[in-house]
């Protein structure tokens, strides 16, 4: 780009993203490339693609997609689990320090806790919503990041918590799920790593598992590709195209998406029966006035605490255009009671709704019903 030209928006940068220059009779998005292996003559080092778990065409259009989006290289994985065993399992060794939070998506926790504490590392949990203290970031190694987190919505500053960790000499992570590379972008604030579970909002129709990890470094960059093909931790080639392709629709879901989330959450506030209504777009929110410094989107997930379990069924049951399940980020809306899983530390009637594409409207139309009807 020029220096005179001004950044292209992140519509513009949605749709174009990672799509090859134009060229005669072929198609703007090439679909999947089906193979195990490639043709392969003589030396393997000339052969761009040779073996379908080293690499595949789909999945470097793909992530160079991500890459335009994220501001760095990125690497596509099977899942976000996938993903952030990338960066954790490798990296940590027995004697390491792990900061990572006490309150994040649970899977992560127990992959610190179960296998790597095994493995000798010492976890140290954190609450989402606080910066990690000095104490804490002593000796660490990495420095596990999720904001906002899962299911609570906490945020933490990331360029203040990046400085003090890479001052304590630790690596820092950032589990980029809910708020999107359109939403934050965690390695223009000084992250090492910005993980991702694609599941979410970047594929976006709920159809698809796929996670990916994005670096600035290309020694990091070129060891998540060693990873990726030792543990075979791949993506089909159809998942990486589906995602490319629902990347170009990113910034119209996702606007409508924070919109609608928004209108939500305000209308929430007024109901007596509804508590603790979480969304970082909220300006009264614990968490705004960081979210406002460090975000550009809030996201499509809000949260809040109706009186007990059986109230909170009763609502999920009652709604009609909100599905129950336990993803979020689709079009299409989705809640879930979250204590019906244990291991988050939240009250039996907590809410974790996740705010599709439907009329704002309509949806809050059928939230409003559907706490009306639950309340009898
Ligand atoms: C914040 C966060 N990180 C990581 C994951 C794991 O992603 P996946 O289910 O794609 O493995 C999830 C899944 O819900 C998540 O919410």
């Known amino acids: 780009m020029a220096p005179h030209e001004k950044p292209l928006g992140d519509g513009t940068r949605s749709v174009h993203a990672g ?36 690499g595949n065409p789909t999945w470097t259009l793909y992530e160079r997609a991500l890459g335009e989006l994220e501001g760095g290289a990125a690497v596509v994985f099977a899942s976000g689990m996938a993903a952030a065993s990338a960066v954790l399992l490798p990296l940590l060794r027995s004697g390491d320090v792990l900061v990572a939070p006490s309150d994040g998506y649970p899977a992560v926790r127990s992959l610190a806790q179960g296998h790597l504490a095994e493995c000798g590392v010492e976890v140290r949990l954190v609450p989402a919503a606080e910066p ?36 304590a000499g630790a690596l820092v992570a950032v589990d980029n799920t809910l708020a999107t590379p359109l939403g934050q ?22 159809d698809l598992i796929l996670g990916h990890v994005a670096v600035r470094d290309a020694e990091r960059c070129d060891a998540l590709v060693a990873w990726r093909t030792e543990t075979g931790a791949v993506a089909g080639p159809f998942e990486a195209w589906l995602a490319h392709r629902s990347l170009a629709t990113l910034q119209l879901r996702l606007d409508r998406q924070c919109e609608t989330a928004l209108a939500l959450a305000e209308r929430l506030l007024f109901r007596a029966d509804v508590l603790d209504v979480r969304y970082p777009g909220l300006p009264r929110d614990p968490a705004h006035e960081v979210a406002s410094r ?4 809030f996201g499509s997930v809000v949260s809040f605490t109706l009186d007990g379990r059986g ?15 336990t993803s979020f980020g689709g079009v299409r809306s989705s809640a879930e009671r979250r204590a019906r ?36």
């Open 19 to 54: 799509v090859p220059p134009p060229a005669q009779g072929a198609p703007i998005l090439p679909g999947p490339t089906f193979a195990s292996y490639f043709h392969l003559e003589g030396d393997p080092a000339a052969a761009a693609y040779v073996y379908g778990r080293y």
């Open 185 to 206: 972008r965690p390695l223009d604030l000084g992250a090492d790593y910005c993980v991702s579970s694609d599941s979410k909002h970047l594929t976006g129709h709920g």
């Open 294 to 297: 460090q975000m550009r989107r």
């Open 132 to 167: 990690p203290s000095d104490e804490a970031l002593r000796g660490a190694r990495l420095v596990w990041l999720e904001t906002p987190s899962n299911p609570a919505l906490e945020v933490v500053d990331v360029a203040a918590t990046a400085s003090r960790a890479h001052g």
């Open 341 to 376: 899983w244990g291991g988050n530390d939240v009250p039996e009637g907590f809410i974790r709704l996740s705010v599709g594409c439907e009329d704002a409207d309509d949806l809050i139309a059928d939230v409003e019903r559907a706490l009306d009807v639950s309340a009898g």
């Open 311 to 325: 109230r909170a069924e009763r609502f999920l049951a009652a709604c009609r255009l909100v599905g129950q399940g």
